[in-house]
């Protein structure tokens, strides 16, 4: 079985400062991993996801994350935050051994709030 | 990227009736969609899986006979709430795989059952 954990359910930040949401995960093969944004009543819009290669992940609206195995984590980090930045972020994983028949798993979700 | 259409984008219906959700991949093919339900301010629950040409597979817990799922082409899968009650109200999200790495989301169906 697949499993996300995202540990905070806020995440307070001022402008400027950098952010970091956190994702640990547990898969029983080799993982893909994801990150998406939810703003209010709408869906969700893809930020990066690692497969395989580096372990530094950029992706988009000046987003990246790092995927450690040893920890099994994949958090998000930003070096700048904005206030249009301040959303839920979902972080969520696919067993890439098995293909899951496609099947993600998602965290509970991280409010993110970026303050001026 | 590819997208992914839900209609309708929101929907109020009474007790008792039933109600279609349509998702629609735009410019690629889906042989598998997801529907997803999200109560506020939670995480995504994973419904069913719609594939074109069979059976629905449902996760436990979730009701077949109520949620009817059908994969009429390989660009559209249909989410069916039949006999709405009020707890069934939530936001409705479905996603389609482009290939076997990515998925495309819907902007999800806001459903009110009064």
């Known amino acids: 079985a697949q499993s996300v954990a995202q540990p905070e359910d806020q995440v307070n930040v001022a402008e400027g400062n950098p952010l970091t949401v956190k994702c640990t995960y547990s898969?029983?093969?080799?993982?893909?991993l994801f990150w998406y944004v939810q703003y209010p009543n709408r869906g969700l819009q893809f930020l990066l996801k690692?497969?395989?290669?580096?372990?530094l992940v950029k992706g988009s609206y000046g987003f990246e994350a790092e995927f450690n195995k040893s920890q099994t984590s994949f958090h998000l980090k930003k070096p700048s935050a904005l206030v249009s930045d301040s959303a839920l972020y979902f972080c969520?994983?696919?067993?890439?051994?098995?293909?899951?028949?496609?099947?993600?798993?998602f965290g509970t979700g991280t409010q993110l709030k970026v303050e001026l | 990227g590819a997208v992914v259409s839900q209609h309708p984008s929101w929907v109020i219906c009474k007790s008792g009736t039933s109600v279609k959700i349509e998702c629609r991949s735009l410019?690629?093919?889906?042989?598998?969609m997801f529907w997803y339900r999200q109560f506020p301010k939670q995480s995504l629950m994973l419904m069913a899986t719609?594939?074109?040409?069979?059976?629905?597979?449902?996760e436990q817990g979730v009701e077949k006979d109520k949620f009817l799922i059908n994969h009429a082409s390989l660009t559209l899968s249909t989410l069916t709430v039949t006999s709405a009650h009020p707890e069934d109200s939530s936001f409705y999200i479905c996603?389609?795989?482009?290939?076997?790495?990515?998925?495309?989301f819907g902007p999800g169906t806001r459903l009110t059952v009064t």
């Open positions: 690692y497969i395989t290669g580096d372990n």
């Open positions: 410019d690629f093919q889906a042989t598998t």
């Open positions: 898969v029983s093969g080799n993982p893909y």
């Open positions: 719609s594939n074109e040409g069979s059976k629905a597979t449902y």
């Open positions: 996603s389609a795989p482009d290939g076997a790495r990515e998925q495309y």
């Open positions: 969520a994983v696919r067993d890439g051994l098995t293909g899951g028949g496609n099947k993600l798993t």
